[in-house]
DNA sequence: TTGCTTCCATATCTTTTTCGTATAGGATGG
DNA sequence: CCATCCTATACGAAAAAGATATGGAAGCAA
């Protein structure tokens, strides 16, 4: 069976035009080059020199292979070096999926990533956490990032640091303070994030304000965000979101405001297929992700 | 080092899905193919494979992997087959100078090769015996169709069989008989081959003449015959060349004739370089050659 | 859950391949 | 004609690859 080895030797000699250069250019022996050299010849079953007194001269069929030598060795180191940087993250593409409140974290962790690694592509999906947990198990995005709770069986779980939570108003709703408490939103209709599967945010919610001694009048319940925040700039009622979520939806007609009597935190996480092999793109990019989480945190406290 | 063996396997794995069905479908036992597997593995640096409990899942660099070396073990089949293929003279190059004399040979030789062999293709010089043996020796050509006698000490000769040498005329001399005597030549003034370097047929028709008691009036003297033949045609004076040089050329405005009371030959040779390995298609070529030659050679003992 | 099956990984031994040393043979050039 | 340079062959040593035996994890069925 032809060898890559042999490949290297052949060529080698052709370049050197003689074995003994050759031989001390692969750090080798004569003798083996002579012998590998001739195995090839007979395995090809073509002569690929003709033997001069002085000089190794390549037949007609030994310049052709030369050609697809030189050719398919380049080849190889391409394909290997290819693959060393898709696995050191340098190239390739990340397909991740994530819920729309939690595309704040996202941007901010691609453009910090990007500058890292710009020969990485992106491969975005959106959808609720059960959509995107199902996306993670057909293996169609390597990273998930979604609301907590979640069922966390199949899935490597990665907590990035809560957030507060902060009410959202039409901006032309008049409120006394600069901040909220919980009891504001008794008297107002409730617009709120509902998971189309499962219990989610909107559950834990709906218990602050029993918490807090009243039945939510809840006018809306949707699993997206960009459409809740939507919703409310027209004047149609409040809501209660994480913080990061009108960080990057900032709608004109919208305001947000602390909700001061409330310690409810909106958890995040990224989540990963556990018996999958992660491509060192991912890994650091969930690096990247959680130092962005860490730092939205910090910031939210220093607005405290 | 990475080798072709490994690509192989890999690719296998990759297409069976599982080391067990790679190893039957190879030949080999499983612990090797197991080994075979790490050991790329650990020289690209990278997992290819995600093991799951069912299947082996190549991961992202795995897939890239796949494909660069299916791709890579093609090409390496494809570069093996071309080699064999130049070598069995069923395609490549080949390269033949000729002196003009012996064009008639050459064309009917490359006429019935091509219908053999139609992939491959030829590079043809021209010139006299002496730049010929010079091509040849600079490796310019692979054959060399020469006149006798040359200097055989750096090649091997491979002679074609003698042709007659036939007088040509002008068509509108009139001559007593259908045939000449070599007398007849000596009120002619006569136009004559002559090689740039060194001795060769010129020599032998002068010594020809002179046998038959008359010094010859060599009006002109020139090495290349479609040159001569045309001097010819234009009433200039007669020629003496070998039968298949007219057989070729033969142009309007001249008249063939038999010599009857001269058996001289002239005598024609493929050349080689010795120390050069000659393709397949060389001496596919060559036999060809001799064939034409002698089926020539035939006809003219016919006519005679 | 238990037991069975399937498949991958590891360990050890055997066989094959490859390499290095020593040496012979052929061509070239002074 | 000898010295030199290069290639080819012979043979022992080292390295690599393969086979067999075995262990362990995961799925599947009872």
Redesign the pocket.
């Known amino acids: 069976m032809i060898?890559v080895?042999?490949l290297k030797?052949f060529v080698t000699?052709a370049e050197?035009?003689?074995?003994?250069?050759?031989?001390q250019k692969l750090?080798?022996?004569?003798?083996?080059?002579?012998?590998?050299?001739?195995?090839l010849e007979e395995e090809l079953g073509v002569p690929l020199?003709d033997?001069?007194?002085?000089?190794?001269e390549l037949t007609a069929p030994g310049k052709a292979f030369y050609e697809k030598a030189k050719r398919l060795l380049a080849q190889l180191d391409d394909a290997v070096a290819e693959v060393k940087e898709i696995e050191e993250g340098t190239a390739g593409t990340l397909s991740i999926g994530c819920v729309k409140s939690c595309f704040y974290y996202l941007a901010q962790a691609i453009r910090h990533f990007h500058e890292q690694a710009p020969n990485v592509t992106f491969h975005l999906r959106e959808g609720d956490t059960f959509s995107i947990c199902q996306l993670l198990y057909e293996r169609r995005i390597d990273i998930g990032i979604v609301r907590l709770p979640i069922d966390s069986a199949d899935y490597d779980v990665i907590r990035l640091p809560g957030e507060r939570y902060v009410g959202v108003l039409p901006a032309q709703w008049k409120t006394g303070q600069p901040s909220l408490c919980m009891r504001d939103f008794a008297d107002w209709p409730l617009l709120l994030l509902h998971r189309v599967h499962g219990a989610g945010q909107y559950e834990r919610v709906i218990e602050e304000c029993r918490r807090h001694g009243f039945e939510p009048n809840v006018l809306c319940e949707c699993p997206d965000a960009t459409i809740l925040l939507s919703l409310v700039a027209q004047g149609l009622g409040a809501t209660i979101v994480p913080q990061s979520t009108v960080a990057l939806f900032r709608l004109p007609g919208i305001k947000v405001l602390e909700i001061i009597d409330s310690s409810m935190t909106a958890e995040a996480a990224a989540i990963l297929d556990r018996?999958r092999y992660l491509p060192k793109s991912a890994r650091t990019f969930l690096d990247v992700l959680q130092t962005v989480a860490a730092r939205a945190a910090g910031e939210q406290h220093e607005e405290r």
């Open positions: 060898d080895k042999q030797y000699i050197e035009g003689q074995i003994t250069k050759a031989a750090h080798i022996a004569q003798p083996p080059l002579s012998q590998q050299l001739k195995q020199f033997r001069k007194a002085k000089k190794m018996q």
